[in-house]
């Protein structure tokens, strides 16, 4: 069973900057790594992706310019670095790890259990 640990969330003003990152409990080489976020009421939705060989991203149109996202394979790990936090960026943020970044994107096959990232304006 693959666990997926996220942290880095918490709270940051209007304008400032988080890290996020999720560490896998299995060898990520082989797989696309994303970032969701959920906010209340709301259902989730897909932030960002990264291909297994991080030549390729894909980011939502409210992440673009100011969300980047990386992965270090020889830790396992994927980051969002968030910059220009919005009131409307408030949400929790999950990691998740899927096949292929269309199915990273999509249906991923694993979720981690989330980060609460707060914004104050």
């Known amino acids: 069973q693959v666990q997926l640990v996220e942290s880095g969330g918490g709270l940051v003003q209007a304008g400032g900057s988080l890290r996020l990152s999720c560490a896998a409990s299995?060898?990520?080489?082989?797989?696309?790594m994303g970032w969701f976020r959920q906010a209340p009421g709301k259902e989730r939705e897909f932030v960002a992706a990264?291909?297994?060989?991080?030549?390729?991203?894909a980011y939502a149109d409210s992440a673009k310019g100011r969300f980047t996202i990386s992965r270090d394979n020889a830790k396992n790990t994927v980051d969002l670095l968030m910059i220009s936090l919005k009131p409307e960026d408030p949400a929790v943020y999950f990691c998740?790890?899927?096949?292929?970044?269309?199915?990273?994107?999509?249906?991923?096959?694993?979720w981690g259990q989330g980060t609460q990232v707060t914004v104050s304006s």
């Open positions: 998740a790890l899927g096949n292929t970044m269309v199915v990273v994107t999509t249906t991923p096959g694993y």
């Open positions: 299995t060898r990520t080489f082989n797989y696309a």
């Open positions: 990264i291909s297994a060989s991080g030549r390729n991203t």
